[in-house]
């Protein structure tokens, strides 16, 4: 198993909260904000799942710090998510 952690930007537009993974040019969206959580975090599990599976290479996301200090009027989280490891044979 492998985890990974990467910052996401929520904010809302019109009637929905967003979520985006700066680093990764994902963006998500729900009903609430919670459910946006919910959703990024699932999109993260998918796309690193995929990253494992095929062998992508991922940089290493920015520090919390970094996304903050870009996006001080939003609210900004660490999300997480474990994959399975690449079976090596």
Known sequence: MKQYLFPA????????????FPDLGITIDG???EDAYLFAKESLKVYCTYAE??????DYPSTFE????????DVV????????????K
């Open 9 to 20: 930007v929520f904010y809302k537009e019109y009637d929905r909260f967003i979520a985006l």
């Open 31 to 33: 009903d609430t904000i």
């Open 53 to 58: 599976k095929f062998d992508i290479e991922m």
């Open 66 to 73: 970094e996304v903050y200090k870009r996006n001080m009027h």
């Open 77 to 88: 989280m660490l999300v997480d998510c474990v994959v399975p490891q690449k079976k090596v």
